[in-house]
DNA sequence: TATATGACGTTGC
DNA sequence: AGCAACGCCATAT
């Protein structure tokens, strides 16, 4: 596993209940920025057998899309932590890049 | 070496 | 809103 893989792990999985961050964000983070599609490439790789367990589900596309291919099991484990999920979409969460009430573009 | 593909993102039409 | 064009990283063939 390279070091910018290790960051990508570090930042996945310091995520908290309700915390919900897209692909981008977690690059940004990692210091990475416009790597997003490592990101992508790591968590669909990435089999658990290394040890480390990630919280994949509170990872989403830019726009609040869900996972293609894994909505239904995401969109039951994003709701059991109180994120609003409607139409495949992420539209409020209790924390991270779709919270609640922050900059209302 | 070269091309294609995928849990991506931004910009522009 | 939908779509195409790039740009991007890592694997697969």
């Known amino acids: 596993m390279s070091e910018l893989e290790r960051r990508f792990v570090d930042v996945i999985v310091?995520?908290?209940e309700?915390?919900?961050v897209s692909?981008?964000?977690?690059?940004e983070?990692?210091?990475a920025p416009g790597?997003?599609?490592a990101v992508g490439h790591l968590l669909a790789t990435h089999d658990g057998a290394s040890g480390v367990e990630l919280p994949w589900w509170r990872v989403v596309t830019s726009n609040g899309r869900l996972v293609p291919g894994h909505?239904?099991?995401?969109?039951?484990?994003?709701l059991a932590?109180?994120?609003?999920?409607?139409?495949?979409r992420v539209v409020d969460a209790p924390a991270g890049r779709?919270?609640?009430?922050?900059?209302r573009p």
């Open 14 to 16: 310091a995520l908290g």
């Open 18 to 20: 309700g915390e919900v």
């Open 23 to 27: 692909y981008g964000d977690i690059a």
């Open 29 to 31: 983070v990692a210091g």
């Open 35 to 37: 790597r997003a599609r």
């Open 71 to 78: 909505e239904r099991e995401q969109r039951r484990l994003l």
């Open 81 to 88: 932590e109180g994120v609003i999920v409607r139409d495949g």
């Open 98 to 103: 779709f919270r609640r009430s922050p900059a």
